[in-house]
């Protein structure tokens, strides 16, 4: 969000920014201060609309981290230099070190939020490489059996079929 006193960064426009865009790309942090305007015409959303649930999350955020027992989180984060702050204001993180620098204090908002601070429920699990590549490694086999079947060169063919038999499954009968 906006700084006191930042202007615009676009050349030309002048107005008072009001959107702090910070972008890490190959590890290198670039930072730009936009007003509405700007920030609209780069397909950046400059503030959530009065009375959406976002507002209203982030004054309860507001209010429920006012509380003295929360931890404080002084330092910004090393990677894209987003304050604690920062991220009450907008309720984005900066970067994905952002979890790691703001540890203390997201901990105790997602016990708020999700009634716990560890993962409980279903992990996806993409697919096995080295299983599809078996698997397109036997079709490949297979299709080579079946030409050299088709040709008649059964000594071929018999070599593909042991090593198809070395690569396929056993199937439990």
Partial sequence: MSEPDRI?????????ACVHLTQVVDNKTSTQYLCKACAQAKGISALPAE???????????????AEEDTPRVAEPCARCGLTFEGFRETGRLGCPHCYTSFEPGLRRLLG????????????YLPPDPDAAHADRRLDDLR???????????FERAAVLRDRISEIEPVESS
Avoid: W, Y
């Fill in 112 to 123: 708020r939020i999700h009634g716990a601070t560890r993962h409980v429920g279903k992990v």
């Fill in 51 to 65: 009375g959406s649930e976002v507002v209203d999350f982030m004054a309860q955020l507001a209010e429920g981290d």
């Fill in 8 to 16: 615009c960064d676009r050349p030309n426009c002048g107005n008072a």
């Fill in 143 to 153: 299709r080579r059996l079946r030409r050299a079947v088709d040709s008649e060169d």
